[in-house]
């Protein structure tokens, strides 16, 4: 069976990788900021690299634009303003196009929220991880609580449509009741959205060559269980494993992502994931800042997708989802329909894993604690389903 080839959603993804401090367990790419930015040369590279995707942007509306990072909050409000306009000359944009910041506590930048949000900025995306000095000393973030707070309040004043604030869960040395202060700290400037996200230890970072002490299994369950709580009984929707909403206050971006839709990702060590005629490929943006300026051959590498890959790639975003997927739309990312994918979810189904109502796939409570090792599942086994359906 093939991949279908109609045109997804599309976003934009804007990656700024300057940071002050590289934390010890990010593995995003991100880079120690070298004195003054480079921020005329950049935002021009960046619309540059736009303007020449034209076939990319042909005939498509832009839903949401998000800045990440690093910490694109580093530049100044003038930049970002200059970015969103190169932007708005090159693509379509929705008229409700939802357009994210990522920023981090500190005195400089809260001080400048308002003005991001002038800028054109609809929704902050603010990087707490905790409101715990010791466990913020931990993470090696730069930012203490009272800084934390006072950011959470200005971001909470700025005039935004909405606003995120990301905490961490399952830190060194947390227990129940420190992660459970997190949290209702947080819940006190009523953010529309809130991601709770457990800290996991990725390779290539500072805290895989040097592991800090991590709560016992059982003891990060009960934390998830009891921040999961806490957020749900606040009012807000867990719609996916990390993110809680009000009503009417999704990340429209991240949806796009979960749902497998298209993003063109522009800036230095940029991810993107088209979909075309041939079917979907992930370009990749050169990493050094430096080259991407000068326009040395911006994209690093390109890589076709295969079907299995495709339909794994799809599992594995959609499946994060609390909703789960529609057959329509496994059919319109993939080419696939449940029938032909009974032989890859059948034992998942029978272990109470996934669960299917009527044309809804979705994971089960207890699939959703156990998502990293049914991925693991479909990814030994997609290749070889695709083949068969074809």
């Given at each position: 069976m093939t991949a279908a080839h109609k045109e997804p959603p599309l976003?934009?993804?804007?990656?700024?990788?300057?940071?002050?401090?590289?934390?010890?367990?990010?593995?995003f790419h991100s880079l120690p900021r070298p004195g003054p930015l480079p921020e005329t040369p950049y935002v021009r590279a960046v619309i540059d690299d736009l303007a020449h995707n034209q076939d990319v942007l042909a005939g498509r509306t832009v839903a949401s634009i998000f800045l990440g990072g690093g910490t694109p909050s580093l530049f100044s409000e003038a930049a970002i303003a200059e970015m969103l306009a190169g932007v708005e000359r090159h693509a379509t944009l929705a008229g409700d196009c939802e357009i994210t910041l990522e920023a981090n506590p500190g005195t400089l930048e809260s001080g400048r929220f308002r003005a991001f949000r002038e800028a054109g900025v609809t929704r902050l995306s603010l990087g707490v991880q905790s409101l715990h000095d010791p466990a913020l000393r931990a993470l090696g973030r730069i930012h203490?609580?009272?800084?934390?707070?006072?950011?959470?309040?200005?971001a909470a004043g700025a005039g935004f449509r909405s606003f995120n604030i990301d905490l961490m869960y399952g830190l060194p040395g947390q227990t129940v009741a420190q992660a459970l202060a997190d949290v209702r700290g947080a819940l006190s400037v009523q953010p529309p959205h809130l991601s709770l996200?457990?800290?996991?230890?990725?390779a290539h970072t500072a805290f895989a060559h040097n592991p800090p002490p991590l709560p016992a299994e059982d003891e990060r369950l009960a934390i998830e269980d009891a921040v999961t709580e806490a957020a749900c009984t606040a009012g807000y929707e867990r719609y996916e494993i990390s993110a809680y909403a009000?009503?009417?206050?999704?990340c429209v971006h991240n949806l796009n992502y979960w749902r497998f839709g298209d993003y063109l990702g522009l800036g230095s060590?940029?991810?993107s994931k088209l979909t075309g005629p041939a079917g979907v490929s992930r370009p990749v943006r050169i990493a050094d800042p430096a080259r991407y300026m000068a326009d040395e051959g911006r994209v690093a590498t390109c890589r076709r997708l295969s079907e299995g890959d495709v339909l794994f790639e799809f599992l594995l975003n959609a499946l994060r989802l609390t909703e789960g997927f529609s057959e329509e739309l496994l059919r319109a990312r993939t080419g696939h329909d449940f029938a032909s994918l009974d032989r890859l979810w059948a034992q998942a189904v029978e272990q109470g894993l996934l669960q299917r109502e009527q044309d809804r796939m979705r994971t089960t409570p207890l699939g959703r604690r156990f998502l990293d090792s049914l991925l693991t599942d479909f990814l030994t086994n997609a290749d070889t389903v695709s083949a068969k359906a074809s």
């Open positions: 976003s934009l993804y804007i990656h700024i990788p300057w940071c002050v401090a590289k934390c010890p367990y990010c593995d203490d609580a009272h800084t934390a707070r006072s950011a959470m309040e200005a996200y457990e800290l996991t230890i990725e009000r009503p009417g206050h999704r060590g940029a991810h």
